[in-house]
């Protein structure tokens, strides 16, 4: 597998560890409680998935590539569309969104790929 996917994995993580900070100190003063929650969520499947991300490159050798390779590209889409539309739906107020109906879709899209990711490394578990 391309090491581009181990580069994004810590780029992913990276990223989840700054939007924590920015979460728990910048917004914590702008958002309510449930929009924190909301934000929160995101930042942890980012980082849960960023680790899956990690760790589909480092089962590289011990399964098919394309199972690995499948899987690290689910879990790169699905941190994108899901957290990042939890994001975008947490801060809305925020960045001046009012058309939500756009966004929404793409959390539970998002929360698919996730799925379909894990589900490729199962599969490739058995090959």
């Known amino acids: 597998m391309n090491?581009?996917?181990?580069?994004?994995?810590?780029?992913?993580a990276l990223l989840a560890v700054v939007f924590g900070a920015?979460?728990?100190h910048a917004l914590k003063k702008l958002l309510s409680e449930y929009q924190l929650g909301i934000f929160d969520t995101g930042v942890r499947y980012q980082f849960y998935h960023a680790l899956a991300l990690m760790g589909a490159y480092l089962l590289n050798d011990?399964?098919?590539?394309r199972f690995t390779r499948w899987a690290?590209?689910?879990?790169?889409?699905?941190?994108?569309?899901?957290?990042?539309s939890l994001?975008?739906?947490?801060?809305?107020?925020?960045?001046?969104?009012?058309?939500?109906?756009?966004?929404?879709?793409?959390?539970?899209?998002?929360?698919?790929?996730f799925i379909f990711g894990w589900g490729s490394l199962l599969l490739g578990s058995y090959k």
Not at 3 to 8: I, P, S
Not at 62 to 65: C, K, N
């Open 22 to 24: 920015f979460g728990a």
């Open 72 to 84: 690290a590209i689910c879990f790169s889409l699905g941190i994108v569309l899901f957290s990042g």
């Open 87 to 113: 994001y975008i739906l947490a801060c809305s107020e925020i960045i001046g969104l009012e058309n939500k109906s756009i966004v929404g879709p793409m959390t539970p899209i998002g929360g698919l790929f």
């Open 62 to 65: 011990h399964m098919p590539v």
């Open 3 to 12: 090491k581009n996917f181990l580069r994004l994995a810590f780029l992913f």
